[in-house]
């Protein structure tokens, strides 16, 4: 599985951004994570095959929406805040069970990143 992500910018606060992940190949689970300067990768928003599963951290509960169709994960994120500036990556696993679908080792496919960035 190939996946790659795109979207990412420069956004000031408040604003809106749509993430896309490309994925060839068959996954199950798909996620996004994020990794901020100088901190650990951690979780977004999650969804499984036919949406009949979603997931969302609380801190982007209400502003972010995943979604997919047969190839793509998306990730739209609106009401942007500064703390929401990081790279984000897209995620795929065949095996991610519905009580690790947070967690970053459950993935064992990941995109290159893209940069998302938030002004004041």
């Known amino acids: 599985v190939q996946l790659q992500a795109s979207g990412g910018g420069l956004v000031q606060t408040g604003g809106s951004l749509r993430l896309s992940c490309a994925a060839s190949?068959?996954?199950?689970?798909m996620g996004w994570f994020r990794q901020g300067p100088g901190k650990e990768r951690e979780f977004v928003a999650a969804?499984?095959?036919?949406?009949?599963k979603i997931l969302y951290a609380d801190s982007v509960k209400g502003r972010f929406t995943i979604s997919r169709d047969n190839t793509n994960v998306y990730l739209q994120m609106n009401s942007l805040k500064v703390e929401d500036t990081a790279v984000y990556f897209c995620?795929?696993?065949?095996?991610?069970?519905?009580?690790?679908?947070?967690?970053?080792?459950?993935?064992?496919?990941w995109g290159q990143g893209t940069q998302v960035t938030v002004s004041s």
């Open positions: 969804i499984r095959w036919g949406g009949a």
């Open positions: 190949g068959g996954t199950v689970t």
């Open positions: 995620a795929a696993g065949s095996q991610v069970t519905l009580g690790y679908m947070r967690s970053v080792s459950a993935y064992a496919f």
